[in-house]
């Protein structure tokens, strides 16, 4: 049995892999937050923001 990622109970299907709607929200109050981030490569402060395009 899958157990919810927030607090560890059985999951719902309904809620899956969450075990109910309150863990889904607080799950996504972490990302809007920004406690979660997916690891990439570093960004170089002093290149500009978008590529130039070559027309």
Do not use: N
């Not at 109910?20 to 920004?34: I, Q």
Request: charged share 40%.
């Amino acid at each position: 049995m899958t157990r919810c990622p927030i607090c560890k109970k059985p999951s719902d299907e309904a809620y899956r892999p969450f075990c109910s709607k309150r863990c889904a929200d607080v799950d996504l109050a972490h990302w809007l937050r920004g406690d979660y981030a997916i690891p990439g490569e570093p960004v170089d402060p002093d290149a500009e923001d978008a590529p130039e395009r070559e027309e």
